[in-house]
């Protein structure tokens, strides 16, 4: 098994490709990512020098690149994670959501097609997207199902939504074996900063403002991303050809209380008085066209496939903030852009 995993680098990709190079000695990994500001090969330094693993830099908005690639190659499995991923850079600059989301999608499924060549068998396209693609829910009963038609409300999701509709069209049109996955928001080890969390763990530790979106009151379910990994790989693996299936871990958190579960973890291992973190929280304007709440129903995975998140919520994230307060340079590196310059002229575009 020839396997190119796109976006290893960041932060859901990389403990994907870990988790493959680790269990999967006998397929050879592919790692192609664009290193963006996302992307930082730091996350892969314990695997980076297995024999079944090599990483290529390169952009999937690149089409003759990628077919070139396919073309020498010749892989014999896909799975899709490289994206631009953050809501709030694609309200400032939905563009760059619109090349490598959609355009790059296509570009990848074109390569794939043409590579190919209508010869299926053994081969597999998996696309790795988001719950975000349901819009957003109001009713505290309802929960996001494989059936829930998509009503996409940011340029993020809508360019997820998009990237989805293609590579439906792509199985249906030319038959290409795809299979899709929506999860839920994700959390854990090398986690971008900008993101809640992580955000959240920086500033407490470094006694800077919490800023809360509006109220603090929407709600997001939350997965471990080890636990997402497992499931791409159960569903790689284990997935019917056509099908799409939601990841969650039925674990729905306002944003408030999330921040204040977080206080109180922070302040007990960093031997504060309790209640000293929970002070910095400062509630900031609220996003535009913030979505309420995402709640998703994994019951297809875990019925059809076995699967099971292996953490409860407070388990997962005690580990996490153990992870980032062991890992503070990868932290500091990270929020200083110092990881990029490092790795900046070691790998040249193929
Ligand atoms: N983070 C979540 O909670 C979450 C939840 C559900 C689904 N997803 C999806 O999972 C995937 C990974 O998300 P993430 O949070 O790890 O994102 P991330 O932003 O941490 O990582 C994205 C990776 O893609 C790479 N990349 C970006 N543009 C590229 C391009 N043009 N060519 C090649 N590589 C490029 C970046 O360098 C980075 O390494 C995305 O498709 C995202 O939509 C994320």
């Not at 089409?63 to 991923?85: P, Q, R, T, Y």
């Not at 959240?200 to 379910?221: F, Q, S």
Request: a negative charge; hydrophobic letters at 35%; aromatic letters at 12%.
């Amino acid at each position: 098994m020839k396997l190119l995993i796109t976006g290893g680098a960041g932060f859901i990709g990389s403990h994907v490709v870990r988790l493959f190079v680790t269990k999967y000695p006998e397929y050879q990994i592919y790692n192609l990512d664009a290193l963006t500001y996302a992307g930082n090969l730091a996350n892969l330094t314990d695997i980076e020098n297995a024999p079944n693993y090599t990483f290529v830099k390169g952009d999937i908005t690149d089409a003759k690149f990628l077919e070139d690639m396919f073309a020498e190659m010749g892989f014999d499995g896909v799975i899709h994670l490289a994206a631009e991923s953050h809501v709030d850079r694609s309200i400032t600059d939905p563009m760059s959501f619109v090349m490598t989301n959609v355009v790059g999608t296509v570009n990848l499924l074109n390569a794939a097609k043409n590579s190919w060549k209508g010869n299926f068998e053994g081969k597999r396209f998996y696309h790795v997207s988001t719950d975000e693609v349901y819009g957003s829910l109001h009713n505290p009963e309802d929960f996001f199902t494989e059936e829930t038609p998509y009503d996409p409300q940011s340029p993020y999701s809508a360019s997820k939504a998009a990237s989805d509709h293609f590579v439906r069209a792509y199985g249906n049109t030319y038959k290409l074996p795809v299979v899709l996955t929506n999860c839920s928001n994700n959390y854990g080890p090398n986690h971008f900063p900008e993101k809640l969390i992580p955000l959240m763990i920086h500033n407490i530790r470094n006694n800077k403002p919490l800023p809360v979106y509006g109220k603090g009151e929407n709600v997001r379910d939350w997965l471990f991303v080890v636990d997402h990994a497992r499931a791409i790989d159960t569903v790689f693996h284990k997935g019917t050809l056509g099908e799409t299936y939601n990841i969650g871990g039925f674990n729905e958190w306002k944003n408030i209380d999330l921040v204040n579960l977080l206080c109180q973890i922070m302040d007990r291992k960093l031997g504060r008085e309790e209640g000293t973190s929970a002070k910095l929280i400062t509630y900031v304007t609220d996003r535009a066209g913030h979505d309420l709440r995402y709640a998703i129903d994994a019951h297809k995975i875990m019925n059809e496939l076995g699967w099971q998140p292996s953490l409860q919520f407070e388990e997962g994230l005690e580990k996490t903030v153990d992870w980032f307060l062991a890992n503070q340079e990868w932290l500091d590196n990270v929020t200083s852009g110092a990881y990029q310059s490092y790795y900046q002229g070691m790998y040249a575009n193929r």
